[in-house]
């Protein structure tokens, strides 16, 4: 099974700051990763799909970068409403990564 | 707009079967575009796909469950449904029903989610 390891498992940042979290594959995936948002209680919401293609609605201040085994989730400008766990997800196999909360300083 | 719902026992006694119904509206199973599959989360731990099916009846399976589960499909009622065999503790999850829209291939993501149904296994 191909695993995907996210770092860090949790930060800090205030509002208006760059956040940067990190996805790490077993394997190559080539673009074959997703990004989901889950705030507390509720489903998770795709954020972007095919390593860097922005899902319809999604604000422009998340992107996604990278291809392989390496990938990153930003946040250009960090908002209160951006409090979340954020997941990646693989799908050759499908398994996601351990997930990683951003909280606001 | 389209919108998934979960339904099923909220309280299953170990070595029972887990029975969960998804009910799709403002869309058609039957679209060849998408897919369909289960995933859960025990409490405040990550997500686990569990399995996937398509309209005609194409079933995937994680590994780890395989022996214990099923996923079917009713195109007629629109819905799809999963069943859990010999149930234990750390079956006790918030279970999704959500929609694969697949690019091609193995390319492909979950873009539609049900607001998730707590399971608890406990005798």
């Known amino acids: 099974d191909i695993q995907v390891t996210q770092s860090p498992s949790s930060l800090s940042a205030s509002v208006g700051d760059r956040v940067t979290i990190s996805c790490r594959a077993s394997?190559?995936?080539?673009?074959?990763l997703n990004w989901y948002q889950q705030k507390l209680g509720k489903a998770p919401k795709l954020l972007i799909y095919?390593?860097?293609s922005l899902q319809s609605g999604v604000p422009s201040r998340f992107s996604g970068s990278g291809s392989g085994t390496d990938f990153t989730l930003t946040i250009s400008s960090l908002q209160p409403e951006d409090c979340a766990t954020y997941y990646c997800?693989?799908?050759?196999?499908?398994?996601f990564g351990q997930g990683t909360i951003v909280e606001i300083k | 707009q389209l919108q998934l719902q979960e339904s099923g026992p909220g309280l299953v006694k170990p070595s029972e079967t887990l029975p969960l119904f998804c009910s799709v509206s403002?869309?058609?199973?039957?679209?060849?575009?998408?897919?369909w599959d289960w995933i859960r989360q025990p409490p405040g731990k990550g997500l686990e796909w569990i399995a996937n099916?398509?309209?005609?009846?194409?079933?995937s399976y994680n590994p780890s469950l395989k022996s214990r589960v099923t996923i079917s499909v009713d195109t007629s009622e629109n819905q799809f449904s999963l069943k859990l065999t010999s149930v234990t503790a750390a079956d006790t999850a918030v279970y999704y029903c959500?929609?694969?829209?697949?690019?091609?291939?193995?390319?492909?993501?979950?873009?539609?989610w049900g607001q998730g149904t707590l399971v608890t296994v406990s005798s």
């Open positions: 959500v929609r694969r829209g697949v690019i091609r291939g193995d390319l492909y993501y979950f873009d539609y």
């Open positions: 403002g869309g058609s199973i039957s679209s060849g575009a998408y897919s």
């Open positions: 099916i398509d309209y005609s009846g194409s079933t």
């Open positions: 394997q190559s995936i080539s673009k074959y």
């Open positions: 095919a390593a860097s």
């Open positions: 997800q693989q799908s050759y196999s499908t398994t």
